[in-house]
């Protein structure tokens, strides 16, 4: 499988993808964390591009050829890099699962933008302003939709390992082991 999450910065996609990847015993892919390693590196000077997605999309396809699930975490705030990750699935006949992380409460939303502490060394985390005014295109397909706002996170996790158990075909226990 390979399992995509999107969404904004703030809404919890990186918080439920590391459980995902403990429940799955999948590969994860940040795209966080590869543009910072190339910012880091000196690889990319000013604006990065598509190069981390890029990156990310070999990375995944490497993972999908060795028969591994992998977890796929970016903003996704666009159609072409959704297409691309699809693609990248499809190229080796993986189930290609959606999530679309979202909190539809925007003052909760706020909050967690701006009392956020980096966890990749050298990222500043984005500012509210830069969240809300990103570019932000609907989805277009079906896909699963996670709201977080006002829920716990033991909440979310259980909705969404159910969802992608279900799309993907597998058994899973919430926080655990597959089972099938």
């Not at 699930?69 to 959704?82: F, G, P």
């Amino acid at each position: 499988m390979l399992i995509v999450l999107g969404g904004l910065p703030g809404t919890g996609k990186t918080t439920l993808a590391r459980h995902i990847v403990e429940a799955f015993r999948a590969c994860y892919v940040r795209i966080d964390t590869i543009e910072q390693t190339l910012r880091d590196t000196g690889l990319v000077d000013g604006e990065m591009g598509p190069a981390g997605y890029v990156l990310g999309y070999r990375l995944a396809s490497e993972n999908l050829r060795l028969g591994q699930t992998v977890v796929a975490d970016s903003v996704n705030s666009i159609a072409i890099t959704r297409d691309a990750w699809r693609r990248t699935g499809e190229q080796h006949d993986a189930v290609v699962i959606e999530v679309e992380v979202i909190c539809s409460d925007p003052t909760e939303h706020r909050r967690r933008v701006e009392s956020r502490a980096g966890d990749i060394p050298g990222l500043t985390p984005p500012t509210w302003d830069a969240v809300i005014a990103r570019e932000y295109e609907p989805w277009d397909r079906d896909h699963i939709v996670i709201d977080t706002a006002g829920r716990t996170e033991r909440d979310c996790v259980r909705e969404t390992i159910g969802q992608i158990a279900r799309a993907g075909g597998v058994a899973v226990e919430p926080f655990g082991q597959q089972t099938g």
